[in-house]
C-alpha cells in the first residue's frame, strides 16, 4: 500500500511559479514510476508528467514541455512537479500517482495509487 499526499497548490499570476510536492507511505516508494495529471473543471483528467523509479528518465505533455519539471527524492519518499512560466489554461487540480511501470504511469486507467490532489489556480 503507498498512500500518497500532495501540498504547494494555490493561486498564482500568469507567469509565475509553483513547486508541488507529493509525499508518499511506505518503504516501497523507489519501486513505483511516479506521475502527475490534472483535471480541469468540465474537463477529463490528463498527464502532465512521469518520471522512472532512478529518476534517469522523465516525460512530458507537449503542453507542459519547457515549462514543468519532474524530479525525485527516493531517500525522501517525494515527488516534486516545478511548474514555471503559468498560464491560465493551467489551472486544474493536480493529483500525484504512482504506476507499476513507466508506461502505466501515463495511462489514466492503470494508475496504482493516487493522491487527493492540489488546487492550483492562475489568473490572468
Known amino acids: 500500500q503507498v498512500q500518497l499526499v500532495e501540498s504547494g497548490g494555490g493561486l498564482v499570476q500568469a507567469g509565475g511559479s509553483l513547486r508541488l510536492s507529493c509525499a508518499a507511505s511506505?518503504?516501497?516508494?523507489?519501486?513505483?514510476?511516479m506521475g502527475w495529471f490534472r483535471q480541469a473543471p468540465g474537463k477529463e483528467r490528463e498527464f502532465v508528467a512521469k518520471?522512472?523509479?532512478?529518476?534517469?528518465?522523465?516525460y512530458y505533455a507537449d503542453s507542459v514541455k519547457g515549462r514543468f519539471t519532474i524530479s525525485r527524492d527516493n531517500a525522501k519518499n517525494t515527488v516534486h512537479l516545478q511548474m514555471d512560466n503559468l498560464k491560465p489554461e493551467d489551472t486544474a487540480v493536480y493529483y500525484c500517482?504512482?504506476?507499476?511501470?513507466?508506461?502505466?504511469?501515463?495511462?489514466?486507467?492503470?494508475?496504482?495509487?493516487w493522491g487527493q490532489g492540489t488546487q492550483v489556480t492562475v489568473s490572468s
Open positions: 518520471i522512472s523509479r532512478g529518476g534517469a528518465n522523465t
Open positions: 511506505g518503504r516501497t516508494f523507489s519501486t513505483y514510476t
Open positions: 500517482a504512482a504506476a507499476g511501470s513507466l508506461a502505466a504511469a501515463g495511462r489514466l486507467g492503470s494508475i496504482d495509487y
